[in-house]
């Protein structure tokens, strides 16, 4: 156990206080202290390795400092602004951190006595606040004692259930009669990858039953590959649906399974009180937290299926905040599934545990075509000129200045820019530098003001913070673009993008730091695309699952007479909705029409309801709801006849379940190709200079895994059939039809 760890498990006591104050970067921290460290005597020993045992458990960790000269002990802790506002359960944990690495150095050297020193470092004065106090041995001890005392009740009983989890896993059963037809192929590669320590990519069809094919091989592995933990990671809410579905699957058919499955959710769904602040003085649930937080989680421990529902209920029971204790319980459970954003994104909790901590984890990624747009939406970062002269215009009067010098340098970018959008293959450097100053006025103005730390001017400053981290990391898989508007007048604004386009240097740690990463979804061709893309290792292992269904079973249809572009759009309507109809009319049931904006889907729906009212019709509207979402799929009944119209790409265009009479058919009028516009015609550049494939790579290869996945939806299981129509001239050429699934019998 890591001397943090243990302390911040047994010493935490209070309010949890999530008041923001701007703190030191890393780098500041270690430039902290650096300098801390100079101005010791010459024996000054830093980053002292200090171990312990007691009983069964053993404690680590490293000192900041030890003086050998004065026989004192340092913990460094940087900070800026006001010493005084640091919370006093802090403060206590801090000196619990530096007593317990009191007694490992009196055990190391021997000594009867030491001084401990909590040296706090302000990083803009480059003063020291230092508090130092002599303890005796002895009393250090007892100390010490005491906290592993404290844990290790905690531990004995985590090992218990590890052990009896473990042993219950290599005896796991599959939780179905049998496998379906793929589903064994696909639960054997996974077991291969995580025996060999490799990243797997899995292309297997819809219907098959991947996740608990994916799920169940892991969980064999738990004991062999001494993993602890399973991570599963998806893009949407449905994929984490269906991974609860496949632990109660599993608990149904062993009832006895020690397995904790934790769901983890976002923070605004969590949130009890989402008009209070996430500190003691404003929420009832942060007041105390931490004196309760060991009742609540001991009672968490006790439920196996910690999803939203039953984590809310305990935390309720116990007067403690849902959200902050599921963050809590992710180090305690087996099975988490979480976004992914959980893992990918820079400041990840579930990464950064598992390198804290040193887990041994494996992987799996759901849906991992959607990974490529979510990466690249982590590692972005924008900046609105127009906030920023709202702001500058507000300020208080100590910001006025770095925000007016911000504006200028952000000006003289428009001078060169004669096009309403322009691309550039560097950095705005000088815009940069004053950025940089302007953050660090910022972060000075709330150390000084607390109060402050609401609205715009908060949210101003976490943008510009991301642009300033994002801009650090800008090489040849960025752009960087300025979008002008005109105003009134000869008044201009602008949208500053450091644009990700190639995602692969940020998610190859994260893959490569798993046991095994495994990533899997019904559409990952072409294989070098996303294998490019998603930054996988050259040894990554890849399995093509077989489908488990006939070509009978599915009738997919070009219909190559009708052109569903932009400047067709108007002549599509007519022969469009003839065919629906047609197709309706030759055999009634539920259906699924897919277009590519709302726009084009109601100008459809509109003219099918005109022509032929009898048709029932439901539609996806913009920013549905999930509890709207829910709604719209509940009118897939069985007994139901009638179209739904939704986007290409959108909320029902995969991930969804509807088997049998469910769903009979498909309607997809659109090739899925992304917008034509500046932004992807920059990406098809910067594509093509790197892997020589820019239209492909940007257009054709995304817009076709939409088309599959929503085609996916018709055929669910052995048993269903189903008819596809594709509806554009384009589905016709060579190149586009063989990249459709090798199974279809295309006519």
Same mark, same amino acid.
């Given at each position: ?380 970062? /924008? @900046?609105?000129?127009?906030? =920023? ?6 300020? #208080? !009067?100590? %910001?006025?200045?770095? *925000? +007016? ?30 950025? /940089? @100053?302007?953050?660090?006025? =910022? ?6 003001? #607390? !109060?402050? %730390?609401?609205?715009? *001017? +908060? ?36 949208? =500053? ?7 692969? !240097?940020? %998610?190859?740690?994260? *893959? ?236």
């Amino acid at each position: 156990m890591a001397v943090r760890a243990l302390c911040e498990f047994t010493a935490k006591v209070g309010d949890l206080d999530l008041r923001f104050t701007p703190s030191p970067s890393a780098q500041e921290g270690i430039v902290g202290h650096r300098t801390v460290a100079s101005r010791r005597s010459a024996h000054y020993q830093n980053e002292v390795a200090l171990e312990g045992e007691y009983l069964q458990l053993k404690v680590r960790g490293r000192a900041d400092g030890y003086d050998p000269d004065a026989n004192r002990l340092e913990e460094v802790k940087t900070y800026r602004g006001d010493l005084d506002a640091l919370p006093a359960n802090h403060r206590q944990l801090h000196w619990a951190q530096v007593k317990v690495y009191g007694w490992l150095m009196c055990q190391k050297l021997g000594l009867d006595a030491i001084d401990l020193a909590l040296v706090y470092f302000d990083i803009v004065g480059e003063g020291e606040t230092l508090l130092n106090q002599r303890y005796p041995a002895a009393e250090l001890e007892v100390f010490f004692n005491q906290q592993c005392a404290l844990f290790l009740g905690w531990a004995t009983q985590e090992m218990q259930h590890r052990d009896a989890r473990n042993s219950a896993a290599s005896t796991l059963a599959f939780p179905h009669a049998a496998f379906r037809p793929g589903q064994r192929v696909l639960a054997e590669s996974v077991y291969k990858a995580v025996s060999t320590g490799r990243c797997l990519m899995a292309q297997a069809p819809t219907g098959i039953g991947k996740t608990v094919g994916t799920i169940f091989p892991l969980l064999k592995a738990l004991a062999p590959q001494q993993l602890d933990k399973v991570l599963f990671l998806t893009a949407k809410t449905p994929g984490r649906k269906l991974a609860l579905d496949a632990a109660q699957v599993l608990y149904d058919s062993h009832p006895d399974l020690p397995l904790r499955v934790l769901e983890l959710v976002a923070r605004d769904k969590a949130c009890e009180h989402l008009d209070k602040a996430c500190h003691g003085d404003s929420c009832p649930l942060a007041k105390g937290f931490y004196d309760r937080l060991p009742a609540a989680r001991e009672a968490a421990s006790q439920v196996r299926l910690l999803d939203q529902r039953n984590l809310r209920e305990v935390a309720l029971a116990h007067d403690v905040c849902p959200y902050y204790l599921s963050q809590e319980m992710a180090r305690w459970t087996d099975l988490v599934v979480a976004d992914y954003n959980y893992y990918f994104d820079f400041g990840a909790m579930l990464f950064g545990l598992a390198q804290l901590n040193q887990w041994r984890v494996a992987v799996l990624v759901d849906e991992a075509h959607n990974l490529v747009e979510r990466a690249r939406a982590m590692y972005s970062a /924008s @900046l609105d000129q127009y906030s =920023l002269k709202t702001l500058r215009d507000t300020a #208080p !009067e100590a %910001l006025k200045k770095p *925000l +007016q010098r911000l504006n200028r340098e952000w000006n003289a970018l428009h001078k060169e820019q004669l096009a309403p959008y322009q691309a550039y293959a560097t950095r705005p450097d000088k815009l940069l530098q004053a950025l /940089s @100053l302007c953050t660090g006025a =910022l972060g000075d103005y709330f150390n000084d003001h #607390p !109060e402050s %730390l609401t609205g715009d *001017l +908060q949210a101003f400053y976490f943008e510009a913070l991301q642009f300033a981290k994002v801009a650090e990391l800008f090489n040849e898989h960025f752009i960087f673009d300025i979008s002008k508007r005109q105003f009134s007048g000869k008044r201009s604004s602008s949208t =500053l993008c450091l644009r990700n386009v190639v995602p692969a !240097e940020f %998610l190859r740690p994260r *893959l490569t730091a798993a046991r095994s990463s495994v990533l899997f979804s019904a559409t990952l061709s072409p294989r070098r695309y996303y294998a490019d893309l998603l930054g996988l290792p050259p040894d990554t292992a890849w399995v093509d699952v077989e489908s488990p269904f006939k070509a009978e079973q599915l009738t997919v249809r070009i219909v190559d007479q009708v052109s569903t572009r932009f400047a067709h759009r108007e002549a599509s309507l007519a022969p469009i909705v003839a065919l629906i109809a047609a197709q309706f009319a030759k055999k009634p049931g539920n259906y699924l029409a897919f277009f590519s904006s709302f726009d084009y889907l109601q100008q459809v729906a509109q003219l099918l309801a005109e022509t032929h009212p009898h048709i029932a019709l439901w539609q996806q509207s913009r920013g549905m709801a999930e509890a709207e979402r829910q709604a719209f799929l509940d009118q897939f009944t069985e007994h139901s006849q009638g179209i739904g119209f939704a986007v290409l790409g959108g909320a029902f265009g995969e991930g969804i379940d509807l088997p049998g009479a469910r769903l009979i058919g498909a309607f997809v009028a659109t090739l899925g190709l992304p917008q034509l516009n500046p932004v992807n015609e920059q990406m098809k550049l910067r594509m093509g200079a790197i892997f020589g494939a820019g239209y492909d790579y940007t257009y054709l290869y995304p817009g076709l895994q939409k088309v599959v996945q929503a085609a996916g939806r018709v055929i669910r299981s052995q048993q269903d059939e189903g008819v596809v129509m594709l509806i554009d001239d384009r589905f016709g050429e060579p190149r586009v039809r063989q990249l459709l699934p090798q199974w279809w019998a295309v006519g």
